[in-house]
């Protein structure tokens, strides 16, 4: 075999090995990933309002004011986000069946805090209704909120497929007023803080 053939072995060789510890590395980082942590740490309910004294008016409005931290539990991984992220504030009815109150884009995401802001000017009756009755007969009313977002895992030369990303906050639970009649604005605190859950 002649020298430049030893040569060509060699190098196929290397190059072999090469993508075999690639293949490996990237198969044992893929086993033993873990996904950023998201944490509503602080809420309010800013206006829970109706525009009359009957229940199950459709022109109630609300708004929130809501904080989410992330964090990465596996370090020695990079987490890159895109660049926005899809926030959606929720209500589940007495079935379990979850009705969408407002979808909003939140625009830069930085990837380490989301402050977000999102407001609801009207909704179904039924709706309107239930959330009228938890306020009347606990003082307390419970939203949640889901988040969309695509990430991306980074070590070195390993780089992964960018990979959606859904988390369900919930509940959030705010107590406020039993007066259900109150047509001004009345403030809802947040109970306490919730961890999300990736679905």
Known sequence: ???LCRFFVGLFALIGAFFVILFLCT???NRTIQFPT???ES???NQLTGNGR???TEKMSAAWNITVSLSNPKQYLSVSYQDTLDAEIFYMDEYGGIITLNTSTIQPFNGSMIEMKLKVDSCEPHVTNNIYRSRREHGRVEFGLKLFTSI??????FESNWITLKVVC???SFVISQNVYNITTSAGILLQGVTCTRS
Do not use: E, R
């Open 54 to 56: 009957k229940l199950g």
């Open 27 to 29: 198969l044992i980082i």
């Open 43 to 45: 809420a309010s309910l």
């Open 170 to 172: 919930y509940p959030l």
């Open 38 to 40: 998201f944490q509503v």
């Open 152 to 157: 991306q895992f980074k070590k070195d030369i």
């Open 1 to 3: 075999m002649s020298s």
